[in-house]
């Protein structure tokens, strides 16, 4: 089966930069992506890695290194905005391309 | 539409009942997933079709739980004699293909009573 941890919850003030670690386990691996997702909305679409290394979208930077399997979202210049919940997924299994998520980290950004 | 749909956004009905949650993708998009979320929890994977042709149902919960997407682009989840159990937020999402980002839809909210 597929598996992931990461943080339930994580605060920060506005202005600071913030980490989000994930690490999973999965048979089969096709690449880490991240969601976030805003009191009764739906989860939309932050980031994806398929290889090592940063990938960088404006304030938001994702990492993942497949040899310890283990991802990161970074976040910066902190917004009130940003207070949401992140999910980390991963895409694994064998033959089949089953996402999984996390269950979501709770990201507090207060003034 | 721009995003993707999903009708009704909310259903109540009473245990024993049948229930047809009906997802709208984006036009063109190949892949379509159905997914379960509780609250404080992520997206509980149920199955997920490319085109016409559901490639998985392992996450679908037991028998009463059966989905189609007979031309390859509006899909149904039903779940036939309905138990409180069933209760939650059913999402959809469609991607481009397997490979890309998922576009979720509002969701429908099953309350059975």
């Known amino acids: 089966g597929q598996s992931l941890e990461q943080p339930s919850e994580v605060t920060a003030v506005e202005g600071a930069i913030v980490q989000i670690n994930c690490t999973y386990q999965t048979s089969g691996f096709y690449g880490l992506s991240w969601y976030q997702q805003h009191d009764g909305g739906a989860p939309t679409f932050l980031s994806y890695?398929?290889?090592?290394g940063l990938e960088e979208t404006g304030r938001f930077s994702s990492f993942l290194s497949r040899s310890d399997s283990y991802g990161y979202l970074l976040l910066q210049e902190l917004q009130m905005k940003d207070s949401a919940s992140y999910f980390c997924?991963?895409?694994?299994?064998?033959?089949?391309?089953?996402?999984?998520f996390g269950r979501g980290t709770s990201l507090i950004v207060h003034p | 539409g721009a995003g993707v749909s999903q009708s009704p956004r909310y259903k109540v009905t009473k245990r024993g009942q049948d229930v047809a949650l009906r997802c709208d993708p984006i036009?063109?998009?190949?892949?379509l997933y159905w997914y379960r979320q509780a609250l404080g929890q992520g997206p509980e994977f149920l199955t997920y079709?490319?085109?016409?042709?559901?490639?998985?149902k392992s996450g679908l919960p037991n028998d009463r739980f059966s989905a189609e997407r007979p031309e390859g682009s509006i899909s149904t989840l039903t779940i036939q004699r309905t138990e409180q159990r069933d209760s939650a937020m059913y999402r959809c999402?469609?991607?481009?293909?397997?490979?890309?980002?998922?576009?979720f839809g509002p969701g429908t909210r099953l309350t059975v009573l």
């Open positions: 999402a469609s991607s481009a293909d397997s490979n890309n980002e998922q576009f």
């Open positions: 036009s063109g998009h190949v892949s």
């Open positions: 079709f490319n085109y016409e042709a559901q490639q998985d």
């Open positions: 997924a991963v895409r694994g299994g064998r033959g089949s391309y089953i996402p999984t």
């Open positions: 890695n398929a290889l090592d």
